[in-house]
């Protein structure tokens, strides 16, 4: 399998400021120390060599739109945050090469910040397309129409060309979609929304974004162990700290790196990627929790096998 990150942030775009590039910049010259690099390609080796991934890069600001590669040779693409227009973009050159234009969505819920990218989705337009958008939600169909409506964008659903059908999935039930077999479970958010493991060549990645998992509610918490058993990869939120999700941010339906490394060790998972950013978080916090996240792993780890920690950026891929 290969998973592609296209968007990683939460709840709204966001774009590093000119302030923030400079302040990069200036970081890597002064730790450069006068060094002098002879062409592009020494430059970037030296970048790469930075032990801090937040002095050279960014974490990325696109809202959430992951694709997986594993089953048949459609696309599978998780949600359709703003993500969502680089892959299309992506996804032309592919179909040009040959690959089939047949996509397959899985969409977490309707919140704006998870559907926004489709009106700017270039193969929607394309009159030889099939997409197939899944979903827990009957009402997704009403969710995508209503955010093309005049008063909101210019092109109304209709007016895409593409053969678009919706399918809605039941919780508890196995699905043989795109050459894998698909689960789903409820998550706790406003409106619901609904995880994914989806499984196939011997590997299995599980996507689970905007969920809240309470520390009063145990059953849930297995629940969740028990989907995530085994898995190569969890896709967690994990947008806020422990502290913020038990206290002034309880019941917003997010989750915190703290309870996604717990969740992920007691279900025997192999890697965790941590996911929807904070949108007010800048790079520097982002890595902050991503340090703390692996020395909580470390404390907690007991004799149980090592869970790699990573924290998903738009444009990282992961090979399982």
């Not at 892959?87 to 592919?94: E, K, N, P, S, Y």
């Not at 406003?190 to 996507?207: I, L, P, T």
């Not at 058993?229 to 994990?238: F, P």
């Not at 790079?283 to 340090?291: G, K, L, P, V």
Request: proline fraction near 4%.
């Amino acid at each position: 399998m290969l998973v592609r990150f296209w968007g990683t942030r939460g709840s709204l775009p966001v774009a590093a400021r000119a302030a923030t590039i400079e302040r990069k910049i200036a970081r890597a010259l002064v730790a450069a120390g006068g060094q002098r690099f002879a062409d592009e390609a020494e430059a970037r080796a030296y970048i790469a060599s930075l032990p801090d991934f937040s002095a050279a890069h960014t974490y990325g600001g696109a809202t959430t739109c992951v694709e997986i590669e594993g089953g048949d040779d459609s696309f599978v693409i998780c949600d359709m945050g703003s993500g969502l227009r680089e892959l299309g973009i992506d996804a032309f050159a592919r179909c040009a090469a040959g690959k089939p234009r047949e996509y397959n969505f899985f969409l977490s819920h309707l919140h704006w910040d998870h559907i926004m990218g489709f009106p700017f989705f270039g193969p929607a337009f394309d009159p030889g397309a099939r997409i197939i958008i899944h979903s827990g939600h009957p009402d997704a169909e009403q969710a995508l129409r209503r955010q093309q409506e005049e008063i909101s964008f210019p092109v109304p659903f209709d007016g895409l060309r593409a053969a678009i059908t919706f399918r809605t999935l039941v919780p508890g039930q196995r699905y043989d979609i795109a050459g894998m077999t698909v689960q789903l479970i409820e998550q706790y958010h406003s409106h619901a929304s609904y995880g994914y493991r989806f499984e196939g060549g011997g590997k299995a990645v599980c996507f689970s974004t905007d969920a809240e998992h309470r520390i009063d509610d145990m059953e849930n918490e297995q629940a969740f162990e028990a989907f995530f058993r085994n898995a190569d990869l969890c896709i967690c939120d994990t947008m806020y700290s422990l502290a913020e999700s038990v206290s002034i941010k309880a019941d917003w339906g997010h989750s915190s790196n703290i309870v996604a490394v717990d969740l992920c060790q007691a279900a025997g998972a192999k890697r965790l990627a941590l996911f929807h950013h904070e949108p007010t978080y800048g790079d520097e916090d982002i890595e902050r929790m991503h340090r703390e996240s692996i020395r909580f792993e470390e404390l907690n780890r007991g004799d149980r096998p090592r869970l790699d920690v990573l924290c998903a950026y738009d444009g990282l891929e992961v090979a399982l």
